[in-house]
């Protein structure tokens, strides 16, 4: 299994230009999440999704959108990107059950100038 | 919604001495405890969980408690090594009632361990 894969894992956008962060899991997860990590600080939840077809809002979900149309993948739109969404992205994926852990994907690292 | 505070932010430690990293939380619905380890520029990976309904949980060199009636919870790291430097990360949720089993993070404590 690769687990939880992210793409791209670095990307420069011009202020204004909009993107698209994939994210996808092969461990049949129905729990999915997306956060952002900023300079020395913990992550917060962006949004997050508890099957295909279900999407929710997070802590901050401003400038994004999401969706989830298969159980393997949750995209995640920035539209009109601003400086102030330079940050690293992690998706994250977990299965069914009140204790399973989170897994994490490697990171998109997002640099808006 | 929930809030995390994680205190240090930072922490060195000699090789060999134990490290103490301590979290509180703002909602008494909480029940589910993770500890992440993020190395340098690689992604949060869990080290030990714990439940409400359970008051101390081990793993070899690592530990953790928790206090329900005060809030707070801690990661006990014990005959510390060069390894165990990394970013540690606490959070909290529900996982019974909350939908989504949405993870509230703390803000990090750098952990040095020198030689």
């Known amino acids: 299994n690769a687990g939880v894969t992210q793409t791209p894992k670095f990307r420069i956008l011009k202020i204004g230009q909009s993107m698209t962060l994939q994210c996808t899991q092969d461990m049949n997860h129905n729990y999915m999440y997306w956060y952002r990590q900023d300079p020395g600080m913990g992550l917060k939840l962006i949004y997050y999704?508890?099957?295909?077809?279900?999407?929710d809002k997070g802590e901050v979900p401003n400038g994004y959108n999401v969706s989830r149309s298969t159980t393997e993948d949750f995209p995640l739109r920035l539209e009109l990107a601003a400086p102030s969404q330079t940050s690293v992205y992690f998706c994250?994926?977990?299965?069914?059950?009140?204790?399973?852990?989170?897994?994490f994907g490697p990171g998109t690292r997002l640099t808006v100038l | 919604g929930e809030n995390v505070e994680q205190h240090p932010s930072t922490l060195s430690v000699q090789e060999g001495d134990s490290a103490v990293i301590k979290c509180t939380y703002s909602d008494s619905a909480s029940n589910y405890f993770p500890w992440y380890k993020q190395e340098l520029g690689k992604r949060p990976q869990l080290i030990i969980d714990i439940r409400s309904n359970v008051g101390e949980k081990k793993d070899q060199r690592i530990a953790v408690t928790l206090n329900k009636t005060a809030k707070h919870f801690s990661l006990h790291i014990t005959e510390t090594q060069p390894e165990d430097s990394a970013v540690y990360f606490c959070?909290?949720?529900?996982?019974?009632?909350?939908?989504?089993?949405?993870?509230?993070f703390g803000t990090g404590t750098q952990l040095k361990v020198e030689l």
């Open positions: 999704s508890v099957g295909a077809g279900i999407t």
């Open positions: 994250a994926s977990r299965g069914s059950g009140g204790y399973n852990e989170q897994f």
């Open positions: 959070a909290a949720a529900d996982i019974l009632t909350g939908g989504g089993n949405k993870l509230t």
